[in-house]
């Protein structure tokens, strides 16, 4: 790494760090008692240019790469705020979707504004019949007359749905055809998701400490139009997977910050908890764990690095973001693992971080996308072995 590029990147922890200290973990439970969106903190993000972060300068961004992004999400996490994997949905699917696939018009539109914190996203993706397995949707966009469309389907676990003012929302354009089989599906944007009155939403819970609700997204008959459609007609699925690179990279900053956190908080609480006469941290039951966690860690932060530095120098990093993203949810997890195990019976207190740190890595194991289909991923594309589904 040549000395500007290094220098840059300790500014960016430094000034990440200071921001994150103005949000203690009391901010974040209030916000995640009260279903509150932590405004306070996102405008702090905005205001330090980090959620425009890869955005270019003639948009109002500060014109860095998804490298400098992935800095910038790993400290958050790492200094325990909540909101590193917030990113995914503003920045990386509505910042680099709209970037690399919008018109003049919605750049000029929507990048200012994410980068200034006016405009969030929701992604309205999962469907309860189709899962995983996306080609499978069948939430329908019904041509109405001249470029408009009548959007009718149900969507599952969207996120944030209450605080997006924009849903990125995937549907079929057309029927699947076996001949096309990635055809067919168009991705718009949906103004105001919460207000339409062609949208309901109902509440599903999940046992995940979290200052946003998921929900259940009825849609029926609501209206879009060509202006609203990101990219092409019939093209969403190409879209789609040239972000999720993106999302990969961006969720492994995520996890790499939490399970580093939770390496930070073990080593504290190794070190000053004592019984039998010595720190707990002296014993190596305790210390070589949180030692091999960090290692593990260490490993999984260079190949999600490299995933970064791949996909700003426009290169294929499919291989490497996927890793990214697998290494860092088995390693993070496992830390977070450990650091309840240091913490003893306070581990399972709502007092100590540990436990909400872990169940949160939890989620990275199932979404937004799962350990298995990285496998997949991997077994198929990179090592060359049999499609299995
Ligand atoms: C808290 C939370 C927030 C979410 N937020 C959003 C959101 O904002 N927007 C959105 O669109 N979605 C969201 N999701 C949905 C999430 O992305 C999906 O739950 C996830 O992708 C898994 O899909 P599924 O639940 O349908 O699992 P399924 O597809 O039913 O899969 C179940 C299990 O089988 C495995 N499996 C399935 N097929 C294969 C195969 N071919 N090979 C190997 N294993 C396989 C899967 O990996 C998984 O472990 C959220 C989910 C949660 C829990």
């Given at each position: 790494m040549a000395t500007g590029e290094a220098d840059l990147h300790d500014m960016i922890r430094d000034s990440v760090q200071d921001l994150a200290a103005d949000f203690p973990r009391e901010y974040w439970r209030e916000c995640v008692e009260e279903y509150r969106f932590?405004?306070?903190y996102w405008d702090a993000l905005a205001d330090a240019g980090w959620l425009g972060v890869a955005i270019p300068e003639e948009y109002g961004g500060e014109g860095l790469g998804m490298l400098e992004m992935t800095i910038v999400i790993e400290e958050l996490s790492r200094a325990g705020t909540m909101g590193g994997i917030v990113f995914v949905l503003t920045p990386v699917f509505g910042g680099i979707g709209i970037q690399r696939h919008g018109t003049e018009e919605q750049k000029q539109e929507y990048l200012p504004r994410i980068a200034n914190g006016d405009v969030t996203f929701c992604m309205g993706l999962t469907e309860a019949a189709a899962g995983t397995n996306t080609l499978n949707i069948d939430t329908m966009a019904e041509e109405v007359g001249d470029g408009e469309w009548a959007v009718s389907g149900q969507k599952m676990f969207i996120s944030g749905v209450e605080n997006a003012d924009t849903m990125l929302l995937v549907s079929r354009t057309a029927e699947f055809d076996k001949s096309n089989p990635t055809g067919g599906v168009?991705?718009?944007?949906?103004?105001?998701?919460?207000?339409?009155?062609?949208?309901?939403?109902?509440?599903?819970?999940?046992?995940?400490?979290?200052f946003e609700k998921q929900y259940q997204v009825d849609i029926d008959g609501l209206r879009?139009?060509?202006?609203?459609?990101l990219g092409t007609v019939d093209g969403g699925l190409y879209l789609l997977w040239d972000t999720l690179n993106t999302e990969r990279i961006a969720g492994a900053a995520s996890a790499l910050g939490g399970g580093l956190r939770a390496v930070d908080l073990a080593v504290d609480y190794a070190n000053d908890r004592n019984v039998f006469g010595a720190p707990i941290g002296s014993h190596q039951a305790i210390q070589h764990p949180i030692a091999e966690s960090y290692a593990k860690l260490t490993a999984a932060r260079e190949v999600t690095y490299k995933a970064a530095k791949l996909w700003d120098e426009d290169e294929d990093c499919g291989t490497e973001a996927n890793s990214a993203s697998l290494l860092t949810s088995e390693?993070?997890?496992e830390a977070a693992d450990r650091a309840i195990q240091t913490h003893g019976g306070n581990g399972f207190t709502p007092e100590y971080e540990v436990f909400d740190i872990w169940r949160?890595?939890?989620?990275?194991?199932?979404?937004p996308v799962s350990n298995e289909m990285i496998l997949n991923y991997l077994g198929e594309h990179e090592l060359g072995m049999p499609r299995s589904y």
């Open positions: 932590p405004q306070e168009t991705l718009f944007l949906v103004e105001d998701p919460a207000e339409r009155d062609a949208i309901d939403l109902t509440h599903v819970e999940v046992e995940l400490p979290w879009v139009t060509e202006d609203d459609v390693f993070g997890l949160n890595l939890r989620l990275t194991k199932t979404a």
